[in-house]
């Protein structure tokens, strides 16, 4: 007798095939460190599991755990981007580390991995160093990324990526002994030296900017130390 697809076997086929591609997504490959080997893991979020909760909210920010993930959006008319820190103020600085997350473009017009010095920070201040992903006005350009130091205003590297705004990305940031590496899963990498990379730095933070409810979603956000 011959295999007929029903509503209900093509609705278990839809819901294999999504299943899959969850799974697949979070078996996705680490990137290899360019600058010394992985060591202790200090820092995981992924938001799975009843248990989760989201990042320290530090400015202009909503974040809401939806399947699996972390959506970070700016508060309505907000003056000021949205920033999330990984971590609070109170734990001891770092210095050298690899940090390693995934993110997907839901509406946002920049998105950035920064870092500010340990300890209070003024309202407005600039990061020390930060890695941007920036979303071009015109659609039919590709996004742009860049690695810069703020002092004194360095660019370390700038590039344009195909990074697809649907689809989950990963990055990778490596700061050792003032050299900086930053790699994306699609094989783009920016390397090069950075003045403040050798120096203490705060919680690293996640910043972005976006209207009308518009943001980024991230997901398995680790911190580890070097060997």
């Known amino acids: 007798m011959p295999f007929r697809f029903t509503p209900l076997t093509r609705g278990l086929l839809t819901g294999l ?104 920070v003024k309202h407005g201040d600039p990061p020390e160093f930060f890695v941007l992903f920036r979303k071009a006005a015109d659609p039919k350009r590709p996004m742009s990324w860049s690695v810069a130091d703020n002092a004194p205003k360095a660019v370390v590297g700038k590039e344009s990526t195909t990074i697809e705004p649907d689809a989950w990305s990963r990055f990778q940031i490596e700061i050792r002994g003032g050299e900086i590496a930053v790699q994306l899963d699609n094989g783009q990498t920016i390397r090069g030296k950075c003045n403040l990379a050798s120096s203490p730095k705060g919680s690293p933070s996640l910043s972005f900017a976006g209207v009308d409810g518009k943001g980024v979603n991230v997901d398995n956000v680790r911190v580890w130390s070097f060997k």
Do not use: Y
């Open 17 to 120: 095939v999504l299943a899959q591609a969850v799974a697949l997504a979070d078996e996705k490959p680490d990137l290899k460190p360019l600058l010394g080997e992985r060591g202790e893991l200090v820092f995981e979020a992924n938001f799975d599991g009843v248990d989760a909760k989201p990042l320290v909210p530090a400015a202009s920010s909503q974040q809401v755990i939806v399947d699996g993930h972390l959506s970070l959006t700016q508060v309505k008319d907000a003056k000021h981007i949205g920033v999330v820190n990984l971590w609070a103020k109170d734990r001891p600085p770092v210095t050298d580390f690899i940090m390693q997350a995934d993110f997907q473009w839901d509406g946002a017009h920049t998105f950035n991995a920064e870092f500010k010095k340990p300890g209070p």
